[in-house]
């Protein structure tokens, strides 16, 4: 019975796969561009060397970072909408810091620790004031959420003109670059660093276990099933509703600082690179189930890099690969829908 | 119309809900449909109303096999269904809502709605008014629209499911006269109980379910109780004598208690429970007892007095620190407020449970869960979720939840909608509670079961309280004078 219902299950995603193809290739062939010959060259741009499958690897840190924090949200019951502020906050605290250390006489090693510490705690600030928002403002943490999401872009266009501009000219190409010495190490010939590569692999097998089998894990699932009566059975609702946006702040932020630390080494207007809302599709796309996450992220970081090269060889947009994300999301939902149908027919 | 089901069928999962059901209801008869929790009931009534599909057998109405594969197709045939809660559209008018379903064109005709709206209500001597608003009616009330929206919908075949929960006895004397009157109409009622006298007064014929199965069918009245009984449970039941616990002492002392809520205010109340003694709340519902019973919990904040729990002052205090001192509510709404669905058995005794550590032990969880079930003879496995457990499992497995030892519980409406054999169950366990020392607050709309399990005894009526009455010298007729708001120095 159990068994049928997984095979049932997997057929159904794979479904949903499909369709999602075949719905993307339909607006392929609408806007007149050859389907085959685009995911041909997603799949290449993905894969065909090593070093692109790296660079895939780069985008997949931060995708797995949110991804991991938005399971802690969602576990919880919360719409954690705010997450790319969350990234862009944890990108404006380490930039603080290094800027702050840069000509200190502290190790660089230090200074990057120290800002990477930083950044987890913009991150966890930032989720901290929706936190605060919906517990004591009753104001719903998707309108929050997104409300500190604009002042998050806003605070940084104002730090990349304003008192962090690049000396005679402030321009949208961001922040003056970090020296050399303050770049998270990575590997040689490479744009990806182990560090972050470590961190983000430790994020979701620690939200794995968080959920899984820890007491702490099973009551935010208590409060997101069901406030009121996990506060009946003794669960201190609110307070956990709060640390369970810490820590999905807490991953954010670090996301932004490994952005700053090992890809831009500098601060950027869109530090954030959409990561939050693509990790809000992870988290749906896996059921909010920690142990799909890692994979399907490293998909979407495949399409991501992967559509990079359309607009050079086929002179489609890079978007392409929003389509398709967005797609399989909608179809996967789409097919649970219908897969509950029919259970509760039969 | 004449209703017939043929060798029925209904699986869920290995859950054999029904299992070969075939019954025959002759035109303009009242059918009633016996059993506890869980016997299948509801299946039946849902099948037959076309909420879901039978595995397998057939219906047929008037002698002709139909299959009916929605509640829209069933109504086209003539059945229409009245639910436990009815399914109306509050914010809108009694009228808009008697049109709801009618088949018409995008322009309703509502002169003609009302005339006939009138004239039916007329037949009936219903007093409700078609221009006002359905939040302001009773569930009684609520009830008469439903039937007249059913017949005006052409019901030949009216299901009622547990109808009389939730109702007042003079609501349901309406009710009854109401129902008395469609066989003329070779109207066909069938009305699904766990209530006997309900049954009893109402019904000209009884078919009794036990765990999916038809066992047994009385024709002639009146019907002897006794075999209707063993027919539902398969043995004999009784209530057996009151107990009263030995007294461990103060444990709850209110003084000068004022409580608020949004309707109505509780004033100055002075009362105090001893350890092992049961008190019952009585009142219609929203006369304060509600919010009297969260006060002693921490659960509402009194606006004026104090709460003390053995000696210690906790007003003011959250639930969290009343349950820190040996205090527990258990709430009428169990999948609301009480239990968690989505969340297994397991998982709400290891939620429950102190933690030990920061990783939670499965297998000790689910061995713990298992001698839970057990020792609470709960009708499911520790994996299961607690909504797929039937009303009397969820109680049962609330109480499983609460902590050892307690000095006082609370509880709201310990058995609505629990059948007789689950109510002695419950009460045996919290008796067995009294005699180790614990108090029990509780509310019920149920008068015997106030009386029964009680010894002392509130009313409450708009706010006021009444002195404390002994329940082993009140009767229920005492009881129900008071609660409809007789005999209070004014």
């Known amino acids: 019975m159990t068994k049928n219902s997984r095979w049932a299950n997997i057929g159904f995603q794979i479904a ?48 797995l970072l949110v991804s991991a924090g938005l399971l802690v949200t969602f576990a919880t019951g919360l719409w954690n909408i705010g997450v790319e502020g969350q990234i862009t906050l944890g990108a404006i605290a380490t930039t603080w810091v290094l800027r702050e250390l840069q000509d200190s006489s502290l190790p660089p090693s230090l200074i990057i620790f120290l800002s990477i510490l930083a950044g ?23 309108f929050g959420g997104l409300g500190l999401n604009f002042v998050a872009t806003a605070l940084t266009i104002y730090f990349i003109f304003g008192p962090w501009k690049r000396p005679g000219v402030a321009s949208m190409s961001g922040t003056e670059p970090f020296d050399e010495a303050l770049h998270l190490y990575l590997f040689p010939g490479l744009r990806l660093s182990p560090w972050a590569l470590v961190i983000a692999i430790l994020a979701i097998v620690l939200v794995y276990f968080l959920l899984q089998g820890t007491y ?15 506060y009946m059975l003794g669960v201190p609702t609110w307070q956990y509703m709060m640390l369970s946006f810490l820590i999905c702040g807490a991953l954010a932020g670090i996301a932004g600082a490994m952005q700053v630390t090992s890809v831009y080494y500098r601060l950027i207007p869109s530090i954030s690179s959409g990561y939050g809302y693509l990790g809000l599709m992870v988290a749906m796309l896996v059921n909010y189930q920690a142990i799909w996450a890692a994979p399907i992220a490293l998909f979407f970081a495949a399409l991501n890099i992967g559509s990079i090269q359309l607009p050079i060889v086929l002179k489609l947009d890079s978007s392409l690969s929003g389509v398709l994300q967005g797609m399989l999301v909608l179809f996967v939902l789409i097919m649970e829908g219908i897969r509950q149908r029919i259970s509760q027919r039969s | 119309m004449k209703v017939e089901l043929r060798g029925i069928h209904k699986y869920f999962g290995n859950n054999h809900a029904n299992n070969d059901i075939t019954l025959t209801i002759p035109s303009g008869t009242i059918q009633g449909i016996l059993g506890e929790n869980g016997a299948g009931k509801s299946t039946l009534m849902k099948i037959l109303s076309g909420f879901i599909h039978a595995d397998q057998g057939e219906i047929l109405l008037d002698g002709k096999p139909v299959s009916i594969s929605s509640p829209a197709e069933a109504i086209r045939f003539g059945i229409g269904m009245l639910h436990q809660d009815p399914l109306d559209f509050p914010p809108m008018r009694i009228l808009d809502n008697f049109m709801l379903g009618l088949p018409g064109g995008l322009f309703p005709n509502r002169k ?75 109207i066909t009622i069938i009305f699904v109980s766990h209530k006997l006298e309900d049954v009893e007064v109402l019904c000209d014929q009884v078919a009794v379910l036990r765990q999916g199965k038809l066992v047994g069918e009385v024709k002639e009245k009146p019907f002897d109780t006794k075999k209707l009984v063993e027919m539902m449970f398969g043995k004999e039941i009784t209530l057996g004598a009151r107990q009263v616990a030995e007294r461990h002492g103060c444990v709850l002392e209110l003084n000068n208690l004022s409580i608020e809520d949004a309707r109505l205010r509780l004033n100055d109340v002075n009362f105090e429970v001893e350890g092992g003694e049961v008190i019952g709340l009585a009142g219609l519902e929203g006369s304060g007892q509600g919010a009297f019973l969260r006060a002693c919990g921490g659960i509402v904040r009194p606006v004026g007095g104090s709460v003390r729990l053995r000696g210690r002052d906790l007003t003011g205090k959250s639930y969290h620190i009343y349950k820190r001192n040996g205090v527990e509510f258990l709430p009428a709404a169990r999948l609301e407020e009480g239990l968690i669905p989505g969340l297994s058995l397991t998982e709400h005794f290891i939620l429950a449970e102190k933690s030990k550590g920061v990783f939670i032990n499965r297998e000790r969880g689910v061995r713990e869960a298992q001698s839970k079930i057990a020792s609470f003879n709960i009708k499911g496995t520790p994996a299961h979720t607690v909504e797929s457990l039937s009303g009397g499992n969820q109680q049962r497995a609330l109480l499983s939840l609460l902590r050892d030892p307690l000095s006082l519980v609370l509880v709201e409406h310990p058995t609505r909608g629990l059948d007789i054999e689950s109510v002695i169950y419950i009460w045996g366990k919290l008796k067995e509670r009294c005699r180790k020392g614990t108090a029990i607050v509780f509310i019920s709309s149920d008068l015997e079961e106030i009386l029964q399990y009680s010894d002392r005894v509130l009313v409450f009526f708009s706010g006021k309280i009444s002195q404390p009455l002994d329940a082993s010298t009140t009767s229920v007729e005492q009881l129900g004078e008071l609660i409809g708001g007789k005999g209070w120095a004014s």
Request: overall charge neutral.
């Open chain 1, 120 to 142: 987890m705690m913009g991150g966890a600030l930032w989720a901290a004031l929706a936190g605060a928002l919906k517990t004591f403002g009753g104001v719903n943490e998707i």
């Open chain 2, 112 to 186: 003609e709605a009302a005339q006939d709206f009138n004239l039916l209500k007329k037949e009936f001597g219903f007093a409700l008014d078609p221009e006002s608003y359905v939040d302001s009616l009773t569930v009684g009330e609520r009830q008469q629209l439903e039937i007249l929206r059913l017949l005006f919908l052409g019901a030949r075949v009216f299901i009622l499911d547990e109808p009389t929960t939730g109702i007042s006895a003079a609501q349901k004397a309406k009710l009854f006269d109401t129902l008395k009157k469609l066989p003329e109409q070779a």
């Open chain 1, 216 to 230: 702490f894990g099973l009551r935010l699932k208590a409060v997101g099933k069901n406030f009121r009566a996990a």
């Open chain 1, 16 to 63: 949903a796969l499909v369709l999602a193809l075949l719905f993307t290739t339909l607006i392929l062939l609408a806007a007149g561009a050859p389907p085959l010959e685009a995911y041909q060259n997603i799949l290449t741009g993905a894969f065909s060397s090593f070093k692109k499958f790296s660079d895939v690897l780069v985008s997949w840190v931060p995708l």
